[in-house]
């Protein structure tokens, strides 16, 4: 009887887990290609994807998947970069669940490393007195909280926040209903100063 529940135990702790690691490491050096060594970018429209929560991971693979987030064709970054520029839609489509959830587990243990980049100190400034006042409820500690569930703005690369904005701003990606009210009352400068102010978190 002991051993008996000693086997039953050992299945359960010691069952593999849905993805074999070799297949996860491949997935990730493709994704790796574009988004960075251990998912930190070095390119300012690509966004890091290292330490986001995993929520928000998932979240994003599946928006992609439904086609419901803009994405533009983009080119390797590193790696072999014959291969042909393609983009995140396309890429979920390729992905199973298991794969997802397998990918969105293993980048929220990687470090967040936020990008060196240059900005405007006056802009961030201004830009700090924007996000106390209207996003750091949702957007704790300059946005680089993972356990807001909110995506990582501080550290985040400029050029992709500047793309995000603009997607925003023209509709072209959903945002949460209370968000909206707040971005929607930002002006061009408001917008300008919350970037730099997140381009200065490094
Ligand atoms: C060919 C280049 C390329 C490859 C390969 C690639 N990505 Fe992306 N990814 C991008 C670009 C560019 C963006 C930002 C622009 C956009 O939304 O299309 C992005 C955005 C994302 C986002 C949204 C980030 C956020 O903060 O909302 C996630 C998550 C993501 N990619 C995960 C992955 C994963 C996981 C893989 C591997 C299965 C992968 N990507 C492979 C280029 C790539
Ligand atoms: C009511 C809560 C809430 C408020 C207030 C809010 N946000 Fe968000 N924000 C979220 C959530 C939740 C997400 C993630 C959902 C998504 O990806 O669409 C998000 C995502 C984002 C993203 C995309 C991150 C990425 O990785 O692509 C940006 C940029 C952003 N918010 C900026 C702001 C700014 C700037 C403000 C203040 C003007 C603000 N938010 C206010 C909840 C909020």
Sequence with gaps: MKRHILFVFSIVTLGLPALAAADLDALMEDCNSCHGDNGVSQWTDMPTIAGLSEMVHVDALYMYMDEARPCADSEYRQGDTSRAATNMCAIAAELSEDDIDALAAAYAELPYVPAKQEF???????????????????????????????????????????????????????????????????????????????????
């Design 120 to 202: 405007d100190a006056g802009l961030a400034a201004a830009g700090e007195a924007v996000h106390n006042k209207q996003c750091d409820r949702c957007h704790s500690d300059a946005g680089m909280n993972p356990d807001d569930e909110a995506g990582m703005l501080g550290g985040q690369q400029m050029g992709y926040l500047r793309t995000t904005f603009e997607q925003y701003a023209d509709g072209s990606r959903e945002q949460p209903k209370k968000m909206k009210e707040k971005m929607d009352a930002l002006s061009a400068d408001d917008v300008e100063a919350l970037i730099h102010y997140y381009g200065s978190q490094q």
